[in-house]
């Protein structure tokens, strides 16, 4: 491996929309800051991701002072969210596991209500460090995680990506590539490895954060749909199933939880550790 440096850091403040691509962030120990600390639920409290509404791709969320967040989306009014009083709490189902959270003002219920076309809510996650405990057969005691997938964050590398689109492309549906690393939606993003070299990562460090790798990261159909479009196709997953099939999952990336606090930057350099 030459050179690998961090290329590109990921924050996305609510699950499931477009996110922003800051030059740093503050890693916590249950993910970057403000990443995913809000989620939409169903009127049921099952969390609404772009598995089962893939326009959501096409809403935004950026960040602002004291936590709160912009929404935006195409023919709609951005609204202001601020963050709600942890005074009341909600159950949310996310894959099976339930997590309190707290739900946002009525304007934002309705805000993304409209804008999906079915019943809506936006619920903030308060207290991180409490509300949701990682997978106990990953996680040492203590750890926590946000409304991400599974784990604090998601590493990728450039190298496997490019891998990743020539398979696309020695295939016979090659229109659909060369696929955006945002199909992935990573935390962070590598330069300078060798294809698919975090395949044996066990621990890492970005600067001066360590890192400990949990396990790969399985894709599921939200990879499938364009981050710009909202329109779904069949790749990667269909690349990822002749190439990159692991007993039932399709690979790609590698999850992490953080072992020290700290701040990352583009263009800090990436140390394989173990």
């Not at 772009?50 to 960040?63: D, G, I, K, T």
């Not at 609204?79 to 009341?88: D, G, R, S």
């Not at 997978?135 to 946000?146: M, Y």
């Amino acid at each position: 491996m030459g050179y690998a440096e961090l290329q590109s850091i990921h924050v996305h403040p609510v699950k499931a929309l477009r996110g922003f691509s800051p030059r740093e962030a503050v890693v916590e120990p249950w993910g970057l800051a403000g990443d995913r600390r809000w989620v939409l639920i169903d009127d049921g409290g099952k969390v609404v991701t772009q598995r089962e509404q893939p326009r959501l791709a096409l809403a935004a969320a950026e960040p602002m002072p004291g936590g709160g967040i912009r929404l935006s989306a195409p023919g709609h009014e951005p609204l202001a969210v601020a963050v709600p009083e942890p005074t009341v709490t909600v159950p949310v189902d996310i894959f099976g596991t339930k997590v309190e959270a707290v739900p946002a003002a009525e304007a934002a219920h309705a805000w993304c209500s409209t804008y999906l076309g079915a019943g809506a809510r936006l619920v903030h996650m308060d207290d991180p460090a409490a509300r949701r405990p990682l997978d106990p057969d990953f996680a040492r005691p203590g750890e926590t995680v946000s409304f991400a997938d599974g784990y604090p964050l998601m590493v990728t590398t450039v190298a496997s990506l490019d891998s990743l689109n020539s398979l696309i492309a020695a295939g016979d549906r090659a229109a659909e590539g060369p696929l955006p690393m945002n199909r992935f939606r990573p935390s962070v993003v590598v330069a300078g490895t060798e294809p698919w070299a975090e395949d044996d990562w066990s621990r890492l460090a970005v600067g001066e954060v360590e890192f400990r790798v949990t396990k790969p990261c399985a894709r599921c159909v939200v990879t499938t749909t364009g981050q710009d479009t909202g329109v779904r196709g069949r790749e990667p997953l269909r690349t990822l199933a002749r190439y990159r099939r692991f007993g039932q999952s399709l690979l790609f990336g590698q999850n992490l939880v953080p072992l020290s606090p700290g701040v990352i930057r583009v263009g800090d350099p990436v140390r394989i550790l173990a």
